[in-house]
């Protein structure tokens, strides 16, 4: 009987999570009613710790800069790192999160002041995992 190693199994599953995922509702989201910030989330499964890393990238659409304040990630305690808090016009930055490998849905949210004295609020957009991440 021919058996195929675990360690093989293992990164076959760990493959073809990272392209289930990257076409799985990761779609970037208009995040208020006018053209202003993009928001995507795209994850990976860090095997190693077996963890979620999700990074989320924002686009700003507008001519003028913003502001990033009042940032909030979800679920508690899974803080959002490295978003700056400047944004360019046509600038997309990035940040990023860390999931336990149960954790199946997360989320961002924040406001933005824009430079021509704009506010808007509550940009915000999920991700959905549908497979487990697991130690290697």
């Known amino acids: 009987m021919n058996r195929v190693p675990s360690y093989a ?20 989201a208009q ?3 006018g053209l202003s910030a ?21 686009t700003n ?3 003028v800069a913003g502001t990033i ?19 360019e016009p046509g600038q997309t930055v990035q940040g990023t999160q860390r999931l336990q490998s149960w954790e199946y849905t997360g989320s961002v949210a924040f406001d933005v002041n824009w430079d021509d004295g704009a506010v808007t609020y509550d940009h915000t ?12």
């Open 125 to 136: 957009w999920p991700i959905y995992i549908r497979i487990t991440c697991h130690k290697a």
């Open 38 to 58: 993009d928001i995507r989330g795209t994850c990976v499964c860090d095997s190693t710790v077996g963890e979620w890393v999700v990074t989320w990238e924002v």
């Open 61 to 63: 659409h507008r001519d």
């Open 69 to 87: 304040g009042n940032v909030r990630a979800y679920p508690a305690g899974r803080a959002l790192v490295g978003l700056p808090n400047r944004i």
């Open 9 to 28: 199994r293992r990164a076959l599953a760990g493959l073809a999570a990272t392209f289930v995922l990257l076409g799985l509702g990761l779609a970037p």
């Open 31 to 33: 995040a208020s009613s």
